[in-house]
């Protein structure tokens, strides 16, 4: 008489799951543009690398049952088109529209003028960060996004990217200090 061992079939045989790229991978596209935007600082190489990603992962449709979070995935996808693009084209120096350095919600010149100061100090604060703290900053406040999902997108666990987070807002927030209190 022998002993089976019964383990549970998840093991074995992963939940398969219909994914359609109109209902779940196109509805995507905004966030995946602020991610490339993030990283690019350029409003024409974000749409690009939009375009890039859904090309890339419709070309992937085959292995879509084999993947955990296909929102995950496409993150990943668009932030390395991202960051190659960003190195390969030096598109870390150009400065983003103007339009998107004045808040509609500013009422006189100058505060129009202080917010576009203030986002263009933080743009800058940002592009100092290693490009992993970077993307986590960008995941976490711009596109708010959990501790576990930064995780699974960039392939980090939950602590380092904690840490990673920690350590990005006391840079910046230091390198803030020391410019603002150079100006007294």
Known sequence: MGVTFRTPARH??????KISFRDDILPLKDKLYRLALGITFDTAEAEDIVQDTLIKVWGKR?????IDSIEAYCTTVCRNLS???????ETRHVQLDESLHTRPDASTPYEQVAARDGLGLLQELLRELPQAQQDIVHLREIEGKSYKEIAETLGLSEE???VYLFRARQRIKKRYAEIQGYGL
Not at 83 to 89: G, L, M, Q, Y
């Open 12 to 17: 074995y045989y992963r939940e398969m799951k």
């Open 83 to 89: 960051i190659d693009r960003s190195k390969k084209e």
């Open 160 to 162: 380092q990217v904690k």
């Open 62 to 66: 085959e292995e879509w049952t084999g």
